[in-house]
């Protein structure tokens, strides 16, 4: 098992659009009762639409716009809102480093909100400072992939695989990246490439068994099917046997 393939099912944590309307709160609220002027309504409304139409760089132009256009008496009311989407947008185009400085001023405002630490967490690790992001994903109990993936990135095979377990233990639907979403065969195979890490074959190839399990739920396709069967040979290789 290289480190390529590793990194084809060891995918970035990522805050997707469906996500971002999920956890929106001015989505849960109307804009009136927000007492916003009506102008800024609008330009909140188009601001949403071309963030979620994948025109991020319009979005974060509006976000500008709007923060420039806020009265100082209710900034503290939906100024979350915006900078949330301006950090976000960001991200989406790889703005990375930029995306952190806004999310810290977001913190100032908001010290406690868990939106804006997962999102730092993941701009984090796509830097490759797994440290940080892990830091970051820390302070909040719930994320166990992203605890992980950290994990297993920084080579702690060992902790990356209880929290896998934990993903496992406590699934809850399938988790969104830039490619696509991961499915519960993904931690599957996950947990088996820690074992392999770990040089424990025999417990991997039970995992990769049950990755490789046909079921109409969830199966492992393509490429990833391929890696799992050649992981599955090496740890056959490495126990002696010959793969059937």
């Known amino acids: 098992m290289d480190d390529e393939k590793d990194k084809k099912i060891i995918t970035s944590p990522y805050y997707s ?40 760089q319009e979005c974060i132009n509006l976000c500008d716009e709007i923060l420039k256009s806020i009265p100082a008496y209710s900034e503290p009311l939906y100024k979350n809102e915006i900078f949330f989407y301006k950090c976000a947008c960001l991200s989406y185009l790889n703005k990375y480093e930029e995306a952190i400085i806004w999310i810290d001023k977001a913190l100032e405002y908001y010290p406690d909100d868990k939106e804006f630490f997962h999102l730092k967490a993941n701009c984090f690790y796509s830097l490759s400072n797994y440290e940080e992001a892990l830091k970051w994903y820390n302070k909040d109990s719930e994320n166990y992939y992203e605890k992980a993936t950290c994990l297993y990135s920084l080579g702690n095979y060992e902790e990356s695989l209880k929290w896998y377990d934990k993903v496992i233990e406590n699934w809850s639907g399938n988790i969104p990246t830039p490619n696509g979403f991961l499915g519960r065969v993904n931690m599957f195979y996950n947990k088996a490439s820690c074992l392999y890490h770990l040089n424990r074959y025999e417990e991997a190839l039970v995992w990769f068994d049950k990755a490789l399990e046909k079921n109409p739920e969830y199966q492992l396709t393509g490429s990833l099917q391929e890696d799992c069967l050649e992981d599955k040979a090496v740890c056959l290789k490495m126990l002696g046997r010959k793969h059937v």
């Open 17 to 56: 659009l469906e996500q971002l309307k999920k956890h929106s709160s001015l989505a849960k609220r109307g804009l009136r009762d927000l007492n916003i002027l009506p102008e800024i309504q609008t330009l909140i409304v188009k601001m949403k639409e071309e963030c979620f139409a994948g025109n991020f």
